[in-house]
């Protein structure tokens, strides 16, 4: 009758295990976003080369990709829609906002992603430069914002504000914001997002320019969340000085759904 109990003992206590460890796998993903802002694929050589960006691309092996400085069937581009261009490259879904109207096409923000995105959304952002905006894709795991935010300094400010209630709605995924904020880490705009949100790349690893590379403007952070848990594997800025004026900036992150 003992080893009978101690059997069952053991079986019951195996199938539980086996259950939180099912349980666990299930709650937890791991993310790999990078952002990269390609200046129209156009290198520090003056060369547009749509096939150096989508290698660059390519060798990150993201989830997801936010872009910034995209031409979209305008003059300058020759009529080319650039992230038509990168998406073929990398057999990525392509997501495209104009921030503005500009030679005949549009200029703005994209994301390129692996997965079919469920729904896009473009918000209008402030910039006296021109106009900026916001770009959010919503995924089956998780939410992505791209940005690329104004020279000026209240227009960023006001920009944090507006990212910032807009995104309140999206709280049941994990939630990133990505781009070039043309801020520094010890910037006030930044220091405000942070009450909110988490930087996941390593703010003392330059960004800008790519081949001396001496500044941090290019961000990747985590919405605050206590549904979630969050733990960086990886953060990379990526050692490529010639394709864009920036380097890209890559982050593999594991969040769990807390029980």
Known sequence: MRTIYYLLFFLLLTFSTACRNKSSSQDTKTFKIASYNVRNAKGMDDVTDFDRISKVINEMEAHAVAIQELDSATERSKGIVVLDELA?????????????????????????????PLRTEAVV??????????????????????????????????????IQNHTKKYDSKPLFLVG?????????????????????????QPTFPSDTPNVTIDY?????????MHSVIAAEVVNEPMASDHRPVVVEVEIARKS
Request: glycine content about 6%; hydrophobic content about 30%; some cysteine.
């Open 125 to 162: 952002l402030p910039g006296r430069e021109e106009k900026r905006s916001l770009l959010i894709v919503e995924l089956d795991d998780y939410v992505l914002c791209c940005t690329h935010l104004s020279l000026n300094e209240e227009d960023r400010q006001a920009s944090m504000k507006i």
């Open 88 to 116: 073929k490259r990398t057999k990525m879904h392509a997501s495209f906002n104009g921030s503005i109207e500009y030679q005949g096409g549009k200029y703005g923000i994209g994301i390129l992603s692996k997965e079919k």
């Open 220 to 228: 990747l952070f985590l919405k605050q969340n206590d549904k979630f």
């Open 180 to 204: 070039d904020l043309n801020a520094s880490p010890d910037s006030e705009e930044i220091s405000n997002l942070s009450e909110n949100w988490i930087i996941l790349n390593d703010p003392n």
